[in-house]
């Protein structure tokens, strides 16, 4: 038997819960989210001003916004319809982070017209802002540092080839100018990899912010009132994968501020996070029907979900585990590429998968799609995208998005008269 890798949901639940809802859907459960951003509140509970900003681009709905906030969450967008959804929840003020890069002026506007905290990623942003708002007295700016971004020598990513943030010269030069523009605190970003399940990312990547921010300090004797350590944090998409401890992660965090901040006279700082997978990954799956099964030259099952629901086993090879319902300890001793239906052979959840065997009409779940699952939906071959659904504490669930209808698909055609 292959190895296990549980749901948050069992059988008897999710048939009662696709008696209500038709697959395919995405299923949140709120408990394990609930759960999550408790600890990594715990895991950072020795800085006074620790926030987690919630990454919205990665599960954009308002109830999931919500849950977050009754945390004790901020929200980071990256966009005009990001920042109008936050406000809409009710995110106000300080409480929203944003980091956008290639920025319109009408997003800047909104931005400061809603008090968010403002993440330059350029330092050419300084000047389209001031043309469209007033300099707030607290900016933050993204840090690239370039080359490549290493932990103990394995190299984790690329930033010298990264389209993100200010250079280390940029850096002094702009918060030089941004102090002549009236602010008076200042933030440091940077997001150097993404879904990194070592333990040493955060305290890696804090040490190199930590040490600019001393450096900055001093160049410009600019007060540097946060670090934001961004997103980034891995979750176990492979069984048997551990999760990272986020409790060492924090004490890590913690060894690198006494180290190099205290000693600067620099223990005011607080430490914010914007992670979206960590909070919401494993507290999502895609829950689909087997509605055909094929036999050519390889075994196909056929499945009511599509890369329009789930992207990223298509675009990057994603692993993302797959659970037969109601099957979970039959032998996995047949061999299937699981599909959707797109006109693109990648749209494939899994290939050379081994799993129990499946009939039609089976339920599959796919797991760990609560961040960068829906989101990253799309309607190619007119596709409509799913619902979503959260799975409450109380074991109730509620629609928390409704599924596209054909109407929503010629919504941007109605001005046509073929669709009215
Ligand atoms: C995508 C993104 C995040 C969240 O990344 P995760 O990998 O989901 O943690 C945070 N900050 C910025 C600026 C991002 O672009």
């Given at each position: 038997?292959?190895?296990?890798?549980?749901?948050?949901?069992?059988?008897?639940q999710?048939?009662e819960?696709?008696?209500?809802?038709?697959?395919?859907?995405?299923?949140?459960?709120?408990?394990?989210?609930?759960?999550?951003?408790?600890?990594l509140?715990?895991?950072?509970?020795?800085?006074?001003?620790?926030?987690e900003?919630?990454?919205?681009?990665?599960?954009?709905?308002?109830?999931?916004l919500?849950i977050?906030e009754?945390?004790?969450?901020?929200?980071?967008?990256?966009?005009?319809?990001?920042?109008?959804?936050?406000?809409?929840?009710?995110?106000?003020?300080?409480?929203?982070?944003?980091?956008?890069?290639?920025?319109?002026?009408?997003?800047f506007?909104?931005?400061?017209?809603?008090?968010?905290?403002?993440?330059?990623?350029?330092?050419?942003?300084?000047?389209?802002?001031?043309?469209?708002?007033?300099?707030?007295?607290?900016?933050?700016?993204?840090?690239?540092?370039g080359?490549?971004?290493?932990?103990?020598?394995d190299?984790?990513?690329?930033?010298?080839?990264?389209?993100?943030?200010?250079?280390?010269?940029?850096?002094?030069?702009?918060?030089?100018?941004?102090?002549?523009?009236?602010?008076?605190?200042?933030?440091?970003?940077a997001?150097?990899?993404?879904?990194?399940?070592?333990?040493?990312?955060?305290?890696?990547?804090?040490?190199?912010?930590?040490?600019?921010?001393?450096?900055?300090?001093?160049?410009?004797?600019?007060?540097?009132?946060?670090?934001?350590?961004?997103?980034?944090?891995?979750?176990?998409?492979?069984?048997?994968?551990?999760?990272?401890?986020?409790?060492?992660?924090?004490?890590?965090?913690?060894?690198?501020?006494?180290?190099?901040?205290?000693?600067?006279?620099?223990?005011?700082?607080?430490?914010?996070?914007e992670?979206?997978?960590?909070?919401?990954?494993?507290?999502?799956?895609?829950?689909?029907?087997?509605i055909?099964?094929?036999?050519?030259?390889?075994?196909?099952i056929?499945?009511?979900?599509?890369?329009?629901?789930?992207?990223?086993?298509?675009?990057?090879?994603?692993?993302?585990?797959?659970?037969?319902?109601?099957?979970?300890?039959?032998?996995?001793?047949?061999?299937?590429?699981?599909?959707?239906?797109?006109?693109?052979?990648n749209?494939?959840?899994?290939?050379?998968?081994?799993?129990?065997?499946?009939?039609?009409?089976?339920?599959?779940?796919?797991?760990?799609?609560?961040?960068?699952?829906?989101?990253?939906?799309?309607?190619?071959?007119?596709?409509?995208?799913?619902?979503?659904?959260?799975?409450?504490?109380?074991?109730?669930?509620?629609?928390?998005?409704?599924?596209?209808?054909?109407?929503?698909?010629?919504?941007?055609?109605?001005?046509?008269?073929?669709?009215?």
């Amino acid at each position: 038997m292959g190895l296990m890798k549980k749901t948050f949901v069992n059988f008897e639940q999710l048939q009662e819960i696709t008696k209500k809802y038709p697959t395919p859907f995405h299923l949140y459960d709120e408990k394990g989210i609930r759960k999550n951003a408790r600890r990594l509140k715990q895991a950072f509970e020795w800085n006074k001003g620790f926030k987690e900003y919630f990454a919205v681009k990665a599960t954009p709905n308002p109830a999931i916004l919500k849950i977050l906030e009754e945390e004790g969450c901020g929200v980071d967008c990256s966009s005009l319809t990001e920042l109008m959804l936050s406000e809409a929840v009710g995110f106000e003020g300080n409480e929203m982070m944003f980091s956008s890069n290639m920025t319109p002026p009408e997003d800047f506007m909104l931005a400061h017209r809603l008090n968010a905290i403002i993440n330059f990623d350029d330092i050419t942003h300084i000047d389209c802002f001031n043309k469209v708002a007033d300099m707030p007295e607290t900016i933050c700016c993204r840090y690239n540092p370039g080359g490549k971004f290493l932990i103990s020598n394995d190299i984790m990513d690329n930033p010298g080839e990264a389209k993100y943030g200010f250079t280390h010269r940029q850096l002094i030069e702009g918060f030089n100018t941004l102090q002549r523009l009236g602010v008076k605190h200042f933030g440091l970003h940077a997001f150097l990899a993404s879904n990194t399940t070592s333990q040493e990312y955060y305290p890696v990547l804090a040490k190199l912010l930590f040490e600019a921010a001393v450096e900055l300090n001093h160049a410009t004797g600019a007060h540097i009132s946060f670090i934001n350590l961004s997103g980034g944090i891995g979750i176990p998409y492979q069984p048997g994968q551990e999760p990272v401890d986020i409790m060492a992660i924090g004490a890590g965090v913690r060894r690198v501020y006494d180290e190099v901040l205290v000693p600067a006279g620099m223990d005011d700082v607080a430490i914010y996070t914007e992670l979206g997978r960590f909070m919401l990954g494993p507290y999502g799956c895609l829950v689909a029907t087997a509605i055909h099964e094929k036999h050519i030259y390889k075994d196909y099952i056929g499945l009511d979900a599509c890369a329009a629901d789930l992207m990223r086993p298509a675009i990057y090879g994603a692993y993302h585990h797959i659970t037969v319902m109601g099957k979970e300890n039959n032998p996995c001793e047949h061999k299937y590429d699981i599909t959707g239906g797109l006109c693109e052979n990648n749209d494939k959840f899994a290939i050379d998968r081994l799993l129990p065997q499946i009939q039609i009409g089976d339920l599959l779940v796919i797991h760990d799609t609560g961040a960068h699952g829906f989101s990253m939906g799309y309607n190619y071959n007119g596709k409509l995208r799913s619902a979503e659904v959260l799975l409450k504490e109380d074991g109730s669930t509620e629609l928390i998005r409704r599924a596209e209808t054909p109407a929503d698909y010629f919504a941007t055609l109605d001005f046509t008269g073929l669709f009215k």
